[in-house]
Nanobody, 120 residues
Framework: VQLQASGGGLVQPGGSLRLSCAASGNDLSINDAGWYRQTPGRQRELVAS???????NYAGSVKGRFTISRDNGQNMVYLQMNNLSPEDTAVYYCQASIFIGGSSYPHGYWGQGTQVTVSS
């Protein structure tokens, strides 16, 4: 199983980006999923998460600007980021707990990270 994050880049303040996270592998389904971010010298922090039954959670700093969503059929997780500010600059990671085959409990996986830079 692999998680592949994409969609990062350079954007001006006030701009938008949409991050995507694709889970690949055989016979899998995403349970809970989330996006984290990390800047140099700081701990990785939770940005947004969504449970399989649709319960969402956002960090206070992104509430109202970021939206997490998912496509369970395609094993995809998205993070729509609007009104970006330089403080949002970080490497963004997707994380998911994934059921594989007929397993009764999920396993945790991390994507490789995608750089988001907000600068004029």
């Amino acid at each position: 199983v692999q998680l592949q994050a994409s969609g990062g880049g350079l954007v001006q303040p006030g701009g938008s980006l949409r991050l995507s996270c694709a889970a690949s592998g055989n016979d899998l389904s995403i349970n809970d999923a989330g996006w984290y971010r990390q800047t140099p010298g700081r701990q990785r922090e939770l940005v947004a998460s969504e449970s399989r039954n649709g319960i969402v959670n956002y960090a206070g700093s992104v509430k109202g600007r970021f939206t997490i969503s998912r496509d369970n059929g395609q094993n995809m997780v998205y993070l729509q980021m609007n009104n970006l500010s330089p403080e949002d600059t970080a490497v963004y990671y997707c994380q998911a707990s994934i059921f594989i085959g007929g397993s009764s409990y999920p396993h945790g996986y991390w994507g490789q990270g995608t750089q988001v830079t907000v600068s004029s």
